[in-house]
């Protein structure tokens, strides 16, 4: 007679998760998706294991900061070169790439060890509503954190497609 004892494989299985960056504050955002990223929201977590999710981000270009951050954040890179020390301002980051914003402030939430390049692969960003073939994948919009009644895996559903299905479906309703 067998058992399973200890942690399925079941258990282990990758969560596709869709967050809406619309009007969310950058340091909270980031918070909740280094969790998901590590696997912290799961009740098998082991800090040694790779055990989290995949995060879908969408609308990255319209994040906000609280404060003054817009106008004191700066973003440095450097070529290890004497004098190779580049600094970009918050505002022009959030033109040229307002993915990498969220990318580096993710990367600074999670632990620094072997696994953080690993955790940050599952991390896919997108400045606008659109995610392509990926939104496929999305199993859970942290919206309302549930599945919508007529889901279909073959289709994205984003906030942004959620409300324009809404609209449609009043419009049906309404026209005689």
Same mark, same amino acid.
């Given at each position: 007679?067998?058992?399973? /004892?200890?942690?399925?494989?079941?258990?282990?299985?990758?969560?596709?998760?869709?967050?809406?960056?619309?009007?969310?504050?950058?340091?909270?955002?980031?918070?909740?998706?280094?969790?998901?990223?590590?696997? $912290?929201? $799961? +009740?098998?977590?082991? +800090?040694? /294991?790779?055990? =989290?999710?995949?995060?879908?981000? *969408?609308?990255? $270009?319209?994040?906000? /900061? *609280?404060?003054?951050?817009?106008?004191?954040?700066? &973003?440095?890179?450097?070529?290890?070169? +004497?004098?190779?020390?580049?600094?970009?301002?918050?505002?022009?980051?959030?033109?040229?790439?307002?993915?990498?914003?969220?990318?580096?402030? /993710?990367?600074?939430?999670?632990?620094?060890?072997?696994?953080?390049?690993?955790?940050?692969?599952?991390?896919?960003? &997108?400045?606008?509503?659109?995610?392509?073939?990926?939104? =496929?994948?999305?199993?859970?919009?942290?919206?309302?954190?549930?599945?919508? +009644?007529? &889901?279909?895996?073959?289709?994205?559903?984003?906030?942004?497609?959620?409300?324009?299905?809404?609209?449609?479906?009043? $419009?049906?309703?309404?026209?005689?």
């Amino acid at each position: 007679m067998s058992q399973a /004892v200890g942690n399925t494989a079941l258990a282990y299985a990758r969560v596709w998760h869709h967050v809406d960056a619309s009007d969310r504050v950058l340091g909270k955002l980031a918070e909740r998706i280094a969790l998901v990223l590590m696997g $912290k929201h $799961k +009740p098998i977590y082991d +800090p040694s /294991v790779d055990c =989290g999710d995949y995060v879908v981000v *969408t609308n990255s $270009k319209k994040v906000k /900061v *609280t404060g003054r951050k817009s106008e004191q954040l700066l &973003f440095r890179k450097h070529s290890m070169y +004497p004098g190779g020390l580049k600094e970009t301002p918050y505002k022009d980051m959030m033109e040229i790439h307002p993915d990498e914003i969220i990318r580096q402030a /993710v990367s600074g939430m999670l632990p620094k060890n072997k696994l953080r390049e690993r955790r940050l692969e599952r991390l896919k960003i &997108f400045p606008a509503h659109r995610m392509g073939i990926i939104g =496929g994948n999305i199993m859970r919009s942290w919206d309302d954190g549930t599945l919508p +009644p007529d &889901f279909n895996p073959s289709t994205p559903t984003t906030s942004e497609t959620l409300k324009l299905l809404g609209n449609q479906s009043e $419009k049906f309703k309404s026209s005689p």
